[in-house]
């Protein structure tokens, strides 16, 4: 049961990253529109999250492991999109 509670929570905080991502990723070309997402929390989140993944791995908790893989391909797309739309602009 606890299990069940685990991967219930880590859905959840694997789902609130997704929206975002899919904003941003249909906002790629428009840096304009994203202007007002921090790439230092976004890189901060990449880095918990690598630590959030290798904890779960190792305390082999895979609610752990799955939000942070979900969490952190998410922060990783965002960063990436981010990155080139503002290196776009500056050209």
């Given at each position: 049961m606890i299990e069940a509670v685990g991967y219930v929570g880590?859905?959840?905080a694997a789902t609130m990253w997704i929206p975002q991502a899919l904003r941003a990723w249909r906002a790629r070309h428009e840096a304009a529109a994203l202007a007002g997402i921090s790439l230092t929390?976004?890189?901060?989140?990449?880095?918990?999250?690598?630590?959030?993944?290798?904890?779960?791995?190792?305390?082999?908790?895979?609610?752990?492991?799955?939000?942070?893989?979900?969490?952190?391909?998410c922060a990783t797309a965002i960063v990436a999109v981010v990155l080139g739309a503002r290196q776009r602009a500056a050209r």
């Open positions: 880590s859905a959840g929390a976004y890189a901060i989140a990449v880095v918990f999250n690598v630590l959030l993944v290798t904890y779960g791995a190792t305390t082999e908790a895979p609610p752990v492991v799955l939000a942070g893989a979900v969490n952190l391909v």
